[in-house]
């Protein structure tokens, strides 16, 4: 029986993850999300000189949330707390980069101590987890994802605009002493850019024992230059992998798990397949977002968004704040219209929506 404190919707899904997205901005400059120049934001163009973009857009970065309109930690500690208590479980802090916010290990402290909060995760680009991954897992973080798309060196700096890799991959190092285990690692897969890399990155996650996703290109990249034919099906990732290591399926006891699962046949580290585009999820999607400006978003693709930040910053109180909570996840879309001739990329990129 659903309970009519829990925020249920009308498709009688049960929300229990909130991603919190801390800031809009980034110190990288992925080409699938934020890219920096034209070359970046074309990069289509180089490798697929047939295909001709039919949205082409000006370069422009987003114009970036000034500091007023971005929720305080109060705020956000707030609304971690009234959604606890309607049924939420998991809370992951995503940006943007998350640790581009000063005093993050600060909220993740606040949050760590709210009744009902089991897990505790965060996404980042691990540019800068080195200073500051001490601190968060004395703070509560439970865990942690990285995004990580190449391990060559200047396709990695293709890909995010940065000189990072060194960077990163001394964070994922340094996440797993930490005990943030899994240490998770993200790879958006796009042909012609990355794809040749696939097995590359699976024996990174077999030698160095990590949870791997591999996730489709969505079109939520700020150039709009996503197109169906750069993305790698997770059918066609799953088979190129197959051909070179023996997986084995994992059952997922998390029904709203988006990962396909598959383990090396050793048991260290093991592959996901996140097929968004090709093989969506939405049914048992139990997700919402808050982004930094203070907006509900009940699904990453949905056109509209739902002011929270208004209703606290007017005096509202929690049950009035709990009230609008339910009433916006009542309304979640039923699913993502990729692919669908009436589909419409939203307005905000993934950097700004919190992903
Ligand atoms: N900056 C952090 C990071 O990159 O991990 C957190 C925010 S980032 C928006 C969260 C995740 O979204 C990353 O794993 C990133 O690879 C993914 N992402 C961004 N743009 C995407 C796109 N167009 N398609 C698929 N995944 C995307
Ligand atoms: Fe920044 Fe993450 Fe977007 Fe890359 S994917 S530009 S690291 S927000």
């Not at 009519?4 to 009688?12: F, N, R, V």
């Not at 089991?118 to 601190?135: E, P, Q």
Request: charged content about 25%.
């Amino acid at each position: 029986m659903i309970l009519p404190s829990l925020l249920s919707d009308a498709h009688g899904r049960i929300m229990r993850d909130l991603r919190v997205s801390l800031t809009d901005r980034c110190n990288f400059r992925c080409l699938y999300c934020l890219p920096e120049t034209e070359e970046a934001a074309g990069f289509y163009r180089t490798k697929f000189d047939s295909i001709r973009n039919p949205n082409p857009q000006k370069l422009r970065l987003p114009d970036w949330k000034p500091r007023s309109e971005i929720l305080s930690f109060e705020e956000i500690e707030r609304i971690v707390r009234l959604s606890a208590a309607l049924g939420i479980q998991k809370i992951r802090l995503t940006g943007g980069e998350p640790l581009l916010r000063q005093g993050t290990e600060v909220l993740v402290a606040k949050i760590a101590q709210i009744p009902g909060i089991s897990d505790l995760a965060m996404t980042s680009n691990g540019f800068l987890f080195g200073k500051k991954g001490a601190a968060l897992k004395a703070a509560g973080l439970q865990r942690i994802s990285f995004s990580m798309d190449s391990l060559d060196r200047k396709n990695f700096k293709k890909m995010t605009g940065r000189d990072g890799l060194v960077e990163v991959l001394a964070s994922i190092t340094l996440a797993q002493e930490l005990g943030l285990n899994p240490v998770k690692v993200n790879a958006v897969v796009i042909r012609g850019i990355n794809d040749h890399e696939l097995e590359s990155l699976a024996e990174f996650a077999q030698n160095q024992n990590l949870s791997f996703r591999f996730i489709e290109f969505m079109p939520l990249d700020s150039s709009r230059a996503w197109l169906k034919d750069m993305v790698v099906p997770g059918k066609e990732i799953l088979e190129r992998l197959q051909t070179r290591f023996s997986l084995k399926a994992i059952q997922s006891p998390n029904s709203a798990e988006t990962a396909r699962r598959w383990a090396f046949p050793d048991g260290r580290g093991e592959i996901g397949i996140i097929a968004p585009v090709t093989e969506p999820f939405c049914g048992h999607c139990n997700r919402l977002r808050l982004t930094a400006d203070g907006k509900i978003r009940t699904c990453l693709f949905s056109i509209q968004e739902h002011d929270l930040k208004s209703l606290l910053r007017g005096g509202a109180s929690d049950p009035e704040i709990a009230e609008l909570l339910r009433s916006i996840v009542w309304q979640k879309e039923a699913g993502h219209r990729i692919g669908k001739p009436d589909f419409v990329q939203p307005t905000r990129t993934m950097s700004c929506i919190g992903g």
